[in-house]
């Protein structure tokens, strides 16, 4: 992965802002195939506007958390519709 420096307080902190409006808004409930369609697309705008190494991972351990979410649910039988 190509290094893109290190990143400004005021940039990481928009990041971890982001980031966490992202969590809170799709770890808490079941998702329908449309809200993980919006899920996809807020994570693409996430990586794009802010183009770090740093965003990338954040990103990457958020998608996995909000699929384990998920598998757990669905294996305790909660409907995702």
Known sequence: MKSMGVMAFRDA????????????????????????????????????RHRSDLATELLVAIVSEIERIRKIKEEAGCSQE
């Open 13 to 48: 902190y928009l990041l971890f802002a982001d980031a966490w409006s992202l969590y809170k808004e799709f770890a808490g409930r079941a998702l329908t195939d449309r809200e993980i369609d919006v899920f996809v697309d807020q994570v693409e705008e996430l990586r794009v």
